[in-house]
């Protein structure tokens, strides 16, 4: 079965970090695209970053660059987001997503994304 978990979410003081993990089960992440998006309450899911399979091209949303790192552990299946200096706009559900062509081209458009993770909560909040 075809599963992507991620982990790492929590209640973090404005200033802090977090590390999310985005874990794979059923198929091999090292050929896919990964993007992490985020759904604060209200909002639409936007997307965070993306890094690519072969050349492992990264990108971000403008706003967050600096911030947040995307990498991946292909021997671990495992993608992760690495989120520092933490807002509280920061809050909402994360979600990564696997992208099969293995591109981030068009990373932003979550149609672009066969396979979704539950999500997980970031909260930043004193």
């Known amino acids: 079965q075809v599963q992507l978990v991620e982990s790492g979410g929590g209640l973090v003081q404005p200033g802090g970090s977090l590390r999310l993990s985005c874990a794979a089960s059923g198929f091999t992440l090292d050929s896919y695209a990964i993007g992490w998006f985020r759904q604060a309450p209200g909002g639409e899911r936007e997307g965070v970053s993306c890094?690519?399979?072969?050349?492992?091209?990264?990108y971000y949303a403008p706003s967050l660059k600096g911030r947040f790192t995307i990498s991946r552990d292909n021997a671990k299946n495992t993608v992760y987001l690495q989120m520092n200096s933490l807002k509280p706009e920061d809050t909402a559900v994360y979600y990564c997503a696997a992208e099969r062509s293995g591109s981030c081209s068009r990373w932003y458009l979550r149609y672009e994304y066969e396979y979704w993770g539950q999500g997980t909560q970031v909260t930043v909040s004193s």
């Open positions: 890094i690519s399979s072969a050349d492992g091209h990264i």
